[in-house]
């Protein structure tokens, strides 16, 4: 008998939920002419064959390289002031950083030569360069040499910077996106092959690929950040959540789009259902020691470099320190530390600049269009916008505290950036990305593959890209713009290649003011791109068709915020009458 | 209908954006080739196609290839009119690269239609689909195509559409005829040629149950069809008193036994040993030619001698070919059936890149492509498949020497070897016959060591040595290519004559 046990065959192992999981979030149609289940877009084909029973191990890196190889092909491109002098641009600034945190004291690092793309990110990204600057000296010295290097458009050094942002996202963002898809994926009983199609969906968002691999920025690192805190919430750890929500903040200050959704969840979790102080406490406690780590590098590289005698008196003191009433001490023990704090944080918030950069699809350059917003003093122009952002944000983070669930993370957190994109103080086009992200990824939650979502996050991303299409055609992106953006849309089944999640009469479609509302914008955005291309603004308008992309971007983005404010607020049940009504409604069409 | 998804249209979809992608990657000089047949093409009478030589990169291609040229320099001249003139050396403004690489992509829709054919008239769909998209989406293609620059895609597409004209009796003098007019395109299809001539006798012009009775009708039809079209491509130049001088461009036997980089053939293997030997030679005495060990481009361009071991001059190469060839059409020509033919052209591709004279390691594809159609047949012939494709396309890797493209091949060919190696074996039915298990434990190893000699040729390599000893890599490169690539002739060789 034992020796029939040996030649059992062997079993091939099932793999967790796949296919038997019946629950249908959206990737399968079964169309009335054929019974079998067709894929719902173009990107359900291709996972088709994992369906069921190929291991994660085996799909997981296939898609990581399919991705990387769009993600490294896009690099291949220009990049952001590449050959234009005199200042280049990001490109430039994110190599001057490498180039002076190795070869600077720390004290020095937020001091030095403020004109030539001084350092204006917190001080994670400081460090960040110090790393990748290490590494690039030692391949070539000539690439991060202190002021002779300024400018240098060396093609290999191109090819080691694309590189650090590829490696710095696959070291925080997708390990980020794939863990936090597993939990909410599961927490949304959705089974581990449609989450696989939301992975890819999320991490082929036009946007993201542009800006970090064509345009040139670390966006992911700080956007991967984020999605660890959301993550780790969902997982049931909020003071880990915190401890990265500081780490995202800590790398680029624009983190601050979401500061608000996550203060309400974390405060309404220590009170809802019931009063926790400990937890709140540990939160408390964790987000402070966050901090002190995050700015403990650079202090105590200060005290450090006055120890060894580095001179300080001659920095410039920033004003914060200025408008101190009371005199300072310049020899004593605190001032390197106050110093170094203060000049960090009137770096990293320029104030002194205007109410929003170049030209962006926001409120304020929207109504500056019509109104010249410039006849304003400056405090009262900031006072303004900080009420309006307030204002905007109120309502999300009103919800988001008093219901703080977990499966609102997503939608709060779009609802709540989306208000600061359109209202708040000194916003760039690529800030664009910090919307979009949460509200992508509600491609992982129930339904998400539905029209009903799936069109929404496609017009967000697709109008997204479009805004900073004056952007990347300047960095000669064009190419890439048109061939990322098409691809994403084509895979996701959504206009301008495909109609097929406008069609009547599809389970979770969409209703006809929606449509309308959807084909329009696709419509303008078309015929923008025609005329863009074909037809040469008046001379006295020059900035004609910019400033179309802005008054269409903002219309746009704004109707986002209230859709995303608005599905917030009848998912968490706070506009339960209507929820019940529609739940009505629907039984009814059944039952017919 | 099984579900065939992703289907062929949305792969070459997806494929498209990542090659419209590469526009702007390292290019080689087969493009500045491209661009002067457009220009001479497009600025001289047919006349003096094969006269003209301004450019070092003279027209060396069949009749046919050139009137393509022509046809797509009357494109060019919409698109970009500065590209077209023969004194423009290494003329590549951004119009030109995004007109050129275009065209790659455009004229490829005839490997989609092929493979479509293919998919359509194959008794296994679903199977003969996986293999349609492996091809479709083979690493060699985008590696020689879309980053070095030719047009492959093209060539192989009229290659698969008469492989399966080939499949139904009625549209066998199609197959013949498209058979002809690929040889007018590009002659390395030559080497292919006997194959197509033993099937086309045997199940053409002969009888199907007596080899004695002579099929008339047939052969007229199939003679005079393809005299027509050998007329069409060649006549005019006959006319001209030009055959010679272009025959002489077609085969320029001046070159040397290896190509500048080893393909990884016979030949390779042949250049390590007496390389090896060098070392061993004065230790076992055997005289050692001093002339040849100093010679200090040795193995790297194209004249080889040896040190040791006897020369190999290019009649022995021939005569291997030929001989290796024969044996394997003796079966087809009494089995004419579709897939011993495709067995034997694969066998013709195998013998001539073995043993053949001055043979490109791009030429690999000549026994990948048609090996793909039979791969699924079942687990055997997917043994001798998988060293194949492995050695086959890492042999591909040092044509691309930039560090910007390195993450694109290497990454692009592990993700078609993972996916469509885990896909094939899923799919491949067992086999009738025993298996050779050694055969698997062999090339199990052999794919594991790849890993170790892409890290240490592209990376450690470079580290240690610097610039010193850099034909040490590529002759590693080859010697392993060399190893997998006649390990699994080898293999299918038994397969091919014991199924």
Redesign the interface.
């Known amino acids: 008998m034992a020796s029939q046990q040996s030649h059992k065959p062997r079993r091939r192992k099932r793999v967790e939920d796949g296919a038997s999981t019946h629950s249908n979030h959206g990737a399968i149609i079964s169309t009335s002419r054929s019974k079998?289940p067709e894929?719902a877009f173009?990107l359900?084909?291709?996972l088709?064959?994992t369906k069921g029973t190929?291991s994660q191990w085996?799909v997981l890196?296939?898609i990581l390289?399919?991705v990387?190889?769009?993600r490294?092909?896009?690099?291949?491109?220009g990049y952001s002031g590449f050959q234009t002098p005199p200042m280049h641009g990001d490109f430039e600034a994110q190599r001057h950083w490498m180039e002076l945190t190795i070869h600077l004291p720390l004290s020095q690092w937020y001091f030095h030569e403020l004109e030539w793309w001084g350092l204006d990110y917190p001080p994670l990204t400081a460090y960040h360069s110090w790393i990748l600057g290490k590494i690039g000296n030692f391949i070539n010295p000539n690439w991060f040499a202190l002021h002779t290097s300024r400018g240098i458009d060396d093609?290999?050094l191109?090819?080691f910077m694309?590189a650090t942002v590829f490696v710095s996202e696959y070291l925080t963002y997708t390990p980020a996106v794939i863990i936090f898809l597993r939990r909410y994926t599961r927490l949304q009983s959705v089974n581990t092959w449609e989450a696989s199609i939301a992975l890819v969906a999320i991490l082929m968002q036009p946007g993201t690929i542009l800006i970090d691999h064509g345009h040139f920025q670390y966006n992911t690192v700080m956007l991967g950040f984020m999605v660890a805190s959301m993550s780790s919430v969902l997982a049931g750890r909020p003071w880990w959540g915190a401890a990265f929500f500081v780490a995202s903040l800590g790398f680029k200050q624009m983190a601050l789009f979401y500061a608000p959704a996550v203060f309400s969840y974390l405060l309404g979790i220590c009170i809802f259902p019931r009063i926790n102080v400990v937890r709140f406490l540990v939160i408390g406690f964790t987000t402070v020691l966050s901090f002190a780590v995050l700015f403990a590098p650079l202090l105590l590289g200060a005290v450090y470099d006055s120890y060894r005698g580095i001179p300080y008196q001659s920095l410039i003191q920033p004003p914060l320190l200025q408008g101190l009433s009371f005199p300072l001490n310049e020899k004593s023990l605190y001032y390197p530390i106050l110093l170094q704090l203060t000049q960090t944080i009137h770096r990293i918030f320029p104030f002194a600049r205007g109410l929003f950069e170049d030209k962006v699809a926001n409120f304020w350059c929207a109504l500056h269009t019509f109104h010249k917003l410039h006849h304003y003093s400056g405090a009262l122009v900031q006072r303004a916008a900080l009420l309006a952002t307030l204002t905007a944000i109120l309502p999300p983070c009103v919800i988001f505290f008093f219901k703080p669930h977990k499966e609102l993370i997503p939608l709060a957190f779009s609802a709540c950036s989306w208000g600061f994109f359109l209202f708040s103080y000194q916003v760039h086009e690529k800030n664009v990305l910090l919307p979009l992200l949460p509200m992508t990824l509600l491609l992982g939650g129930e339904g998400g593959l539905l029209p009903s979502t799936r069109a929404w996050v496609g017009f967000a991303n697709l109008l997204g890209v479009w805004t900073m299409f004056p952007l990347l055609k300047r960095d000669q992106l064009t190419?890439?713009y048109y061939?990322?953006s098409?691809?994403w849309a084509?895979?996701l089944g959504l206009p301008p290649v495909s109609l097929s999640a406008y069609h009547e009469g599809l389970e979770g479609g969409l209703n006809l003011a929606t449509k309308i509302l959807h084909v329009n914008f696709y419509l303008v955005m078309g015929v923008w791109h025609v005329m863009e291309a074909l037809v040469s603004p008046p001379t006295n308008k020059p900035d004609l068709w910019v400033v179309g992309n802005v008054l269409v971007g903002a219309a746009g983005f704004s109707i986002c915020y209230l859709w995303c404010l608005w599905t917030l607020s009848i998912k968490s049940g706070v506009i339960a009458g209507i929820w019940t009504q529609r739940d009505e409604r629907k039984v009814k069409l059944k039952e017919k | 209908m099984p579900d065939l998804y992703p289907s062929l249209l949305q792969c070459a979809v997806v494929a498209t954006a990542l090659k419209v992608l590469l526009f702007p990657a390292y290019k080689s000089t087969d493009f500045e080739v491209h661009r002067n047949w457009l220009a001479i093409t497009h600025s001289l009478p047919v006349k003096e196609w094969y006269l003209e030589n301004t450019s070092e990169w003279t027209l060396d291609y069949p009749p046919f290839f050139a009137y393509f040229e022509w046809a797509l320099s009357q494109a060019a001249a919409l698109f970009e009119p500065r590209l077209l003139n023969i004194k423009a050396l290494d003329f590549d403004s951004w119009q030109t690269v995004y007109f050129q690489r275009s065209t790659v992509i455009a004229t490829e829709l005839v490997l989609i239609y092929a493979l479509h054919l293919y998919v359509k008239t194959s008794p296994s769909t679903k199977n003969a689909h996986c293999a349609a998209l492996s091809i479709l989406l083979s690493p060699g293609l985008l590696i020689i195509d879309h980053i070095h620059f030719q047009y492959n895609g093209f060539l192989y597409g009229v290659f698969i559409l008469s492989l399966v004209l080939a499949r139904k009796q009625a549209t066998v003098l199609w197959s013949g005829v498209t058979f002809v007019i690929l040889l007018c395109l590009k002659h390395i299809y030559l080497y292919l040629a006997p194959a197509y001539f033993v099937y086309l006798l045997r199940a053409y012009c002969l009888a199907p149950d007596s080899v004695w009775r002579i099929e008339f009708r047939n052969s007229l039809k199939l003679g005079s069809s393809i005299a027509a079209v050998f007329l069409a491509a060649f006549g005019p130049f006959v006319h001209w008193d030009q055959l010679p001088q272009l025959l002489s461009r077609l085969f320029p036997f001046s070159r040397g036994l290896c190509h500048a980089y080893w393909a990884p053939n016979i030949w390779a293997m042949y250049s390590f040993t007496d390389r090896v030997l060098i070392y061993l030679a004065p230790r076992i005495g055997i005289s050692v030619d001093q002339s040849a060990v100093h010679s200090v481009t040795r193995g790297l361009v194209g004249d080889t001698a040896f040190a040791v071991l006897p020369d190999v001059s290019a009649k022995v190469t021939f005569f291997l070919t030929l001989v290796t060839q024969t044996v394997c059409l003796i079966k087809l020509f009494f089995k004419p059936n579709w897939n011993t033919f495709i067995g034997a052209v694969t066998l013709c591709g195998y013998a001539s890149f073995l043993f053949g004279w001055h043979v490109h390691e791009k030429a690999i594809l000549l026994v990948i492509i048609p090996f793909s159609l039979l791969a699924l047949k079942d687990r055997r012939y997917l043994g001798a498949f998988r060293p194949l494709v492995v050695a086959g396309h890492v042999s591909l890797f040092p044509l691309l020497f930039t560090a910007a493209e390195f993450p694109i091949k290497t990454v692009y060919t592990i993700f078609w070897l993972v996916a469509f190696l885990l896909a094939f074996d899923r799919l491949a039915p067992a086999s009738s016959h025993a298996r050779v298990f050694l055969l698997d434990r062999f090339s199990l190893a052999y794919i594991t060591i790849a890993i170790p000699l892409i890290v240490y040729c592209s990376l450690i390599h470079k580290v240690a040595f610097g610039e010193k000893y850099e034909f040490l890599p590529l002759m590693f490169t080859s010697s392993y290519s060399a190893v997998g690539v006649t390990g699994s002739w080898l293999g299918f060789l038994v397969v091919y004559f014991s199924s």
């Not at chain 1, 490294?72 to 491109?77: N, Q, S, Y």
């Open positions: 079998n894929p173009p359900v084909a291709f088709w064959p190929v085996v890196p296939l390289m399919a990387g190889l769009f490294w092909t896009t690099g291949l491109w093609p290999t191109k090819v694309r190419v890439p061939v990322i098409l691809l084509y895979l």
